[in-house]
């Protein structure tokens, strides 16, 4: 077993889906699914994190299409039916033995809508899940500016959108808005991120079909069909979704679990790494109801038998 990722390559839908294993590859499997415009490295913390804290297990980070080291899938409109429907093949060819299943912001939607259509996830965790609509959030005047920025790269030919669309300024003040800690050096880190990870889409194209997917849908859609032991992991100063909605999303899944974090926006993969690993670690080696508690290791941390009480095939 080794803790240091190292990427593989999954068929799915006609493309290579590049992905970043963390942990025992043989081990119990957690699937981290990233946000609109990110890759694999936003998650890299969470999955880390994971690993540390759960002897074998095994975190698996793709890049979803069109963003990072995955291509576009070919002659497909990138909207959250087809971003449900890769999830779907990707799982089925990476981890058929069962998994876990996490989505952050925009993963939240992907997760979200291939549940709906029929993945069976064992347990299920939503990290900043996108709970209403685009225009209600706190900061809609803010969403109205990047869905006439995201319309403007629309009416550019392909090289003029690119240069717009991951033009520095505009992706550094983002990153100023999203990012709500008063660490100067996370700050300065987190900023980094963005630079060097924000604009690594395939092609304009594809990334604005991606955008109108991540405003068009909330995971409200699809929460009843959340049927297996859910976790929503919030922010309390999330300028996408206001807490009152991530509390309306978990009076619609019965029997989930709703944890805030205070001080802490929608980059709670970056801000509060520690907290939400925390908060993940202990969902996944509870219990379910009626089922019985599976076996700890020497350091008396609990080794999910598919995460804890299920049976793997």
Do not use: C
């Amino acid at each position: 077993m080794t803790n240091a990722p190292h990427a593989i390559s999954v068929p799915t839908l006609g493309v290579d889906t590049r992905a970043w294993e963390h942990g025992d590859p043989d081990g119990r499997t957690i699937i981290l699914v990233h946000g609109f415009r990110g890759d694999h490295h936003g998650l890299e913390g969470l999955a880390a994190g994971l690993v540390a804290a759960l002897p074998g297990v095994r975190a698996l980070v793709p890049d979803l299409p069109g963003f990072g080291e995955t291509a576009a899938i070919p002659g497909r409109t990138h909207d959250i039916e087809l971003y449900g429907e890769w999830l779907r093949e990707f799982t089925a060819n990476a981890a058929p033995g069962g998994f876990a299943l996490l989505g952050h912001s925009f993963g939240s939607l992907v997760v979200g809508a291939a549940i709906a259509g029929g993945l069976e996830p064992s347990r299920l965790i939503l990290v900043n899940p996108i709970s209403s609509p685009a225009l209600e959030g706190p900061q809609a005047a803010l969403t109205q500016l990047a869905i006439a920025y995201y319309r403007a790269a629309e009416l550019l030919p392909e090289r003029a959108a690119r240069g717009l669309l991951g033009n520095p300024a505009i992706v550094r003040v983002m990153s100023e808005v999203m990012a709500k800690t008063g660490d100067a050096e996370l700050r300065t880190w987190i900023h980094g991120q963005h630079a060097s990870h924000f604009s690594t889409f395939s092609d304009p194209s594809t990334l604005l079909q991606a955008f109108r997917a991540s405003v068009s849908h909330t995971v409200a859609e699809f929460a009843s069909s959340f049927s297996m032991p859910t976790l929503l992991i919030a922010g309390d100063r999330d300028d996408i979704t206001p807490l009152a909605k991530q509390l309306d999303l978990r009076h619609r899944v019965p029997g989930s679990e709703l944890r805030i974090l205070p001080g802490v926006g929608h980059l709670v993969h970056y801000e509060a790494v520690d907290d939400a690993v925390a908060f993940i670690g202990r969902f996944l080696t509870e219990p379910r109801p009626g089922a019985p508690a599976s076996r700890m290791t020497s350091s008396a941390v609990a080794v999910p038998a598919a995460f804890a009480g299920e049976t793997r095939a």
